[in-house]
């Protein structure tokens, strides 16, 4: 069990074996060695411009498993959880999460809690668009992961046939995703999607390919013969330099569809031309997906994202002060309604969109400021999670939803009503909370699910 969640060093040799840029991970050779888990390992390389690169590596796959003290009275063992962590695939840690918490909310209530890392940004999901460097690293080491907890976790007292996956944001999206593959049939039978799904347009573009283009220009690669071997004697500092020099330090906030780095279909990883194909073909499980009631707070307002530059999202204080209905209307028509995507009907288009959000009673107070952050909620998690839910239990899986609402108070937005992006990891992974019986609700919940479904 680790005892600390912060590693300046450390002594955790990687698990998986060291592999070339831009492949799929391979298992691990068989070691002797006994390993002093004490510590939480580097998290992975990533171009992410605030994150200091002496706590990141691109030898970074690892995983952490904390179990109860005493061996189950089951014979069959404990059930798993397996947590995948957010950040946008990007950035983000296992180390992020400290154990104390989880100690003391999951594992007591006998469960033994697993973390991984997984590749992020351009090391997780660089993207030729083709059988050269199709992409999807990072959910491939997942997949790996889920592989090895297989095979071990009967060691740890864990039972193998009772493993859930739970992931929020990017960790979300994430667990949507292997839900579609059919790779991972047989290593997980319970999935919770918390706050992002694989449909959503931040998790799942073709715009990588054209991100990845530009990495390549950046690193000189782009005409070469051999682009593999180009490629693969770059540095990691250099891959972190050269997708630096064109990546911003956070997603396109300033645009409804923010992402550089993200999963796409790609018939290798998901079989499948599209979802509806993809959720038919895919192994049958129980899915309890998740959203937060106002889940743009976070990104769509200025105050709440230590973002600037942008004119609408994130909105500016000053706008965001004195926001009325030409205001809402002049946004949506500027990010939404564009003449770019819709010609000589986007005003038609805007009016359209702005009339139906109109229709909404449940805001009392800044009702079109509350309905701008809603309608990008509505288009980064919610309709993409909802519709996911729809289109699995159509086809035949096992679907809960949730909806999220508890504001701590410390989290309390002064213009605009809702739970944010994130809410619900207070009750798992903060070593306080200000409601206990949320906390003992919502943990219940997930418990409940991970044992019974």
Not at 89 to 108: C, D, M, R
Not at 223 to 233: N, P, S, T
Not at 320 to 326: D, I, S, V
Not at 389 to 395: E, P, Q, T, V
Request: charged share 20%; net charge neutral.
């Amino acid at each position: 069990m680790p005892t600390s969640n912060f590693i300046p060093d450390y002594d955790l040799d990687n698990i998986f074996s060291t592999i070339p840029y831009f492949q799929k991970p391979q298992p691990p050779s068989p070691w002797k060695k006994t390993f002093k888990a004490k510590n939480f390992s580097l998290g992975c390389a990533t171009y992410y411009v605030g994150l200091n690169e002496s706590l990141v590596s691109e030898d970074c796959l690892t995983l952490n498993i904390m179990q109860p003290s005493a061996p189950s009275k089951n014979p069959d063992g404990y059930p798993v959880m397996v947590f995948i962590h957010g950040g946008g695939f990007i950035t983000g840690a296992s180390w992020n999460f400290p154990y104390q918490p989880i100690v003391e909310k999951l594992v007591k209530r006998e469960i033994i809690f697993v973390s991984i890392n997984y590749r992020l940004g351009p090391f997780g999901f660089y993207s030729t668009g083709n059988a050269f460097a199709p992409g999807n690293y990072g959910l491939w080491d997942q997949v790996e992961a889920l592989k090895f907890i297989q095979k071990t976790i009967s060691n740890f007292g864990g039972n193998s046939k009772s493993v859930t996956i739970f992931g929020e944001s990017a960790g979300g999206a994430s667990v949507s995703w292997l839900t579609l593959s059919s790779e991972t049939e047989g290593l997980f039978n319970r999935a919770i999607p918390m706050s992002g799904s694989s449909q959503a347009i931040w998790a799942n573009t073709e715009d990588v390919v054209g991100f990845s283009k530009n990495l390549t220009r950046e690193l000189g690669c782009d005409k070469v013969e051999d682009l593999k071997k180009c490629i693969q004697r770059s540095s990691t500092h250099e891959i972190i330099k050269a997708a630096k020099s064109f990546t911003p330090n956070t997603n396109r906030y300033d645009s409804p569809d923010f992402s550089y780095w993200n999963p796409r279909i790609d018939g290798d990883f998901v079989d499948a031309q599209n979802f509806n194909e993809a959720i038919k073909k895919a192994p049958k499980r129980e899915n309890f997906i998740g959203i937060d009631s106002q889940e743009d707070i976070t990104f769509a307002l200025v105050q709440s994202f230590n973002f600037t530059g942008a004119k609408y999202l994130p909105l500016p204080l000053e706008k965001e002060l004195h926001f009325r209905r030409e205001n809402f209307s002049a946004a949506i028509s500027a990010l939404l309604g564009t003449a770019e995507h819709f010609g000589k009907d986007k005003d038609k288009v805007t009016k359209k969109i702005v009339e139906f959000y109109e229709k909404n009673e449940n805001y009392k107070r800044n009702f079109f400021l509350q309905t701008f952050v809603q309608i990008f909620s509505d288009i980064h998690f919610n309709v993409p999670a909802m519709r996911e839910a729809k289109m699995k239990a159509a086809a035949g899986h096992k679907v809960f939803f949730y909806r999220y609402s508890h504001i701590l108070p410390e989290w309390k937005n002064r213009l605009v009503d809702g739970a944010r992006h994130g809410s619900e990891m207070e009750n798992f992974f903060s070593p306080t909370t200000s409601s206990l019986e949320v906390q003992q609700t919502t943990v219940d919940l997930f418990v409940n699910f991970a044992v019974k479904g």
